[in-house]
């Protein structure tokens, strides 16, 4: 069964606040420290978005494009990777809530989009 909305997972380098303000909306979310995963490299990141259905969101542009081309390479499917340009948390949650509320979870599959 195909799920609607997509899950969250939040890397290291962006601010739990953004997490707690989608979260807030009633979107799933997790935050690499609630997760226990904090000095994972981005590889293992995504590994673990992966293993729970959850689009990444970064910014870490040039590792997370190269791992998105990595996967395409192999044949490897992931759940999304968002880049978020560094802007004021409020203004990265607002552009994160207008893609939530635009794209269901399977369109976000193998996509890696910028907000």
């Known amino acids: 069964m195909s799920r609607l909305f997509v899950s969250l997972y939040f890397d290291e380098d962006v601010s739990v606040l953004i997490a707690k303000l989608i979260a ?3 979107f799933s979310t997790l935050t690499t420290r609630h ?5 994972a490299s981005d590889a293992e990141q995504l590994a673990f978005a992966v293993q729970r259905e959850m689009a990444i969101v970064s910014h870490n542009r040039i590792d997370f494009e190269r791992l998105a081309r990595h996967y395409i390479d192999e044949g490897r499917r992931h759940s999304g990777i968002i880049i978020a ?3 004021p948390p409020y203004d990265i949650a607002r552009r994160l809530l207008l893609l939530l509320n635009r794209v269901a979870a399977d369109e976000m599959v193998d996509q890696l989009l910028y907000v």
């Open 24 to 26: 807030s909306r009633g």
């Open 35 to 39: 997760a226990g995963q904090r000095r």
């Open 85 to 87: 340009v560094r802007r």
